[in-house]
């Protein structure tokens, strides 16, 4: 069950789940046939049947948004490169207003992500927690219960694992 903060500022959420989805999108080859509220909407359907899972706080329902949205967007790219054969891109930047050059295969981030994951867990947690879950490092920090610095240390090197493995392929 969401806990009083969480019920207290479903539309506070809402807004902000909104944002992050129009900010991943953005990410994204123009054209794409997800909008941001589609996004915002099926994600809440698949939190839904979690409320039970006890969230504790904002930064906990947002973790769960990151993780959700990842998903949905893997998943829509797959459905769509099985219909197309073409690959949808997104900026694999945690910095606003990446530059068009850094464009990646949103399925060539997750499998990043997951690659990285078997490695290196945490840093890999970090990534999506910043990238999907629009979580700053503070919150970041809170919610993973370490330092800010073991923040951005994995951060720092879940990016450059990341930018290597690209420049080796």
Not at 45 to 66: C, E, H, I, S
Not at 108 to 133: I, K, Y
Request: aromatic share 8%; glycine share 4%; hydrophobic share 45%.
């Amino acid at each position: 069950m969401l806990d009083k903060e969480i019920a207290d500022g479903v539309p506070l959420f809402y807004d902000e789940l909104r944002r992050l989805a129009a900010q991943y999108l953005r990410r994204e080859r123009s054209g794409h046939t997800l909008q941001p509220t589609a996004l915002v909407h099926e994600a809440w359907m698949q939190m839904a049947p979690l409320q039970d899972a006890r969230l504790k706080n904002r930064t906990q329902f947002f973790a769960l948004a990151a993780q959700v949205m990842r998903r949905i967007l893997v998943d829509h790219a797959r459905r769509r490169r099985a219909l197309k054969r073409v690959a949808p891109t997104i900026s694999f930047s945690i910095e606003p207003g990446a530059c068009e050059d850094a464009l990646l295969d949103v399925l060539t981030v997750d499998e990043l992500l997951t690659r990285l994951g078997s490695m290196h867990p945490e840093a890999s947690h970090v990534l999506e927690l910043r990238f999907f879950g629009g979580l700053t490092d503070l919150e970041t920090a809170r919610y993973l219960e370490v330092s800010r610095s073991t923040v951005q240390r994995l951060l720092d090197f879940g990016k450059a694992w990341v930018y290597r493995e690209l420049r080796a392929a």
